[in-house]
Nanobody, 128 residues
Framework: VQLQASGGGLVQAGGSLRLSCVGS??????????MGWFRQAPGKEREFVAAISLSGGSTVYKDSVKGRFSISRDNAENAVYLQMSSAKPEVTATYYC????????????????????WGQGTQVTVSS
């Protein structure tokens, strides 16, 4: 599967953005596996942001984004989303969507090496 992330941009602090990740290609699809969002700021390591189970019934969030970010998916559209609200400058980063290697959701969910398919990233910049 190829993952295409979009929706990034420049937003003022307190604003909102909705990131999208759509899968294409044959074989594995976005609707086939748990999905996650990670981010990487300049000079920093890639870090976990949020993940959603195959059915969409379970989610996991980085503590600092709880209550402000919301991950969702639409398996019929082969897409996963990240709604960002009350944005803060410290969330400025390149955001990547990723498909988990296996169907288990709570196993290594926050570890980037548990995901083996990655989108190209979309830049989010929050100005103060």
């Amino acid at each position: 599967v190829q993952l295409q992330a979009s929706g990034g941009g420049l937003v003022q602090a307190g604003g909102s953005l909705r990131l999208s990740c759509v899968g294409s290609g044959s074989g594995r699809t976005v609707s086939s596996y748990p999905m996650g969002w990670f981010r990487q700021a300049p000079g920093k390591e890639r870090e976990f942001v949020a993940a959603i189970s195959l059915s969409g019934g379970s989610t996991v969030y980085k503590d600092s984004v709880k209550g402000r970010f919301s991950i969702s998916r639409d398996n019929a559209e082969n897409a996963v989303y990240l709604q960002m609200s009350s944005a803060k400058p410290e969330v400025t980063a390149t955001y990547y969507c990723a498909a988990k290697r296996d169907l288990t959701f709570y196993t290594r969910t926050t570890y980037y090496d548990a995901y083996d398919k990655w989108g190209q990233g979309t830049q989010v910049t929050v100005s103060s």
